[in-house]
């Protein structure tokens, strides 16, 4: 029973993660069916998922963390290495956005001009392509294409962490897990719409934009199977378990990614696409949600 309870527990982790993951698809397909690109619900639905990824990578992940490290190497040696944990988490994550451009940052924000020509029969023409300051003729097109495509590689680099944040927490508790898995969906919606801009302005191909946008989503299950059954493999001893010890530094990385994640990446996407105090009131809203979700769990 014990058996076909962490199996059941790992089909639960692996399907938020496939879920979390799958949202950059989502939004590929937002980007082409709507009329018109709702920048106020993604101002919303962004602020609200740092909320709920600020809130519980404090009061649930890092004291997670913190209780496996104490636990095994004591109180102060334990909060130290819980600490270097966290920041390792943070420097992790820093590392691989300072690998992308700013200039061609998957995360930077698409007017409505820019999208326009996404929702439209026809492929964008070089004027098009012009109006909307992508390029001023067809010789360009070869540079959109390798920024598409770089851009799409990036995401799927940087989905790495965040599947893992995912599985993680719904392998120590599903119910957490729902609620990380969501957040990350949600700031996978507005990353799923970035990707197929620069692909679709590129190729003038929706079906090859959505493809591209939805492959750099999967990289969030697959990075988390392998780091799975790397630790098991490697770290996990005779029975396959992996060490509390061990736990509790990814748990503390976790927090940290999730952190920088939620101050790098959410807010200010929240703030370009949000109006007034639409940010403010997705992150109360999100952390107010996580709190009363763990409160009536506990």
């Known amino acids: 029973m014990r058996y076909s309870r962490g199996v059941k527990g790992l089909g639960i982790a692996f399907g938020l993660t496939v879920f979390a993951g ?19 619900f993604l101002g919303l639905a962004t602020g609200f998922s740092a909320g709920v990824m600020l809130y519980v990578s404090f009061v649930e992940i890092f004291l997670k963390g913190a209780e496996r490290l104490t636990a095994a190497y004591g109180e102060q040696r334990g909060d130290w290495i819980n600490a270097a944990a966290f920041f390792g988490g943070i420097l992790l994550i820093g590392a691989i956005d300072m690998l992308v451009p700013a200039r061609e940052n998957p995360h930077e924000t698409h007017s409505e001009e820019e999208s326009a020509p996404l929702h439209g029969s026809p492929p964008p023409s070089p004027g098009a392509l012009a109006a909307a300051g992508r390029g001023e003729d ?49 700031h996978n919606i507005p990353e799923g719409i970035s990707v197929s801009v620069p692909i679709f302005y590129a190729t003038g191909d929706r079906k090859k934009a959505f493809l591209y946008s939805f492959l750099s989503g999967l990289a969030e299950p697959v990075g ?66 996580m709190a009363l979700s763990l409160l009536l769990l506990k």
């Open 138 to 186: 067809q010789a360009r097109h070869g540079k959109l294409l390798r920024m598409g495509l770089f851009t799409a590689a990036a995401i799927a680099i940087h989905n790495l962490p965040e599947g893992l944040a995912t599985f993680l927490a719904a392998l120590e508790d599903p119910a957490l897990g729902v609620a990380i898995a969501i957040a990350i969906a949600l």
């Open 22 to 40: 799958m949202a950059t698809g989502v939004g590929s397909v937002i980007a082409f069916a709507a009329k018109r690109t709702n920048t106020r």
């Open 224 to 289: 988390a199977g392998i780091a799975y059954l790397f630790l098991r493999l490697f770290m996990g001893g005779s029975t396959g378990a992996i060490p509390p010890p061990v736990m509790g530094i990814l748990f503390s990385g976790v927090a940290g990614i999730m952190v920088y994640i939620s101050l790098d990446e959410l807010l200010p996407t929240s703030r370009a696409y949000g109006r007034g105090h639409d940010s403010i009131l997705g992150l109360i809203g999100g952390m107010l949600v």
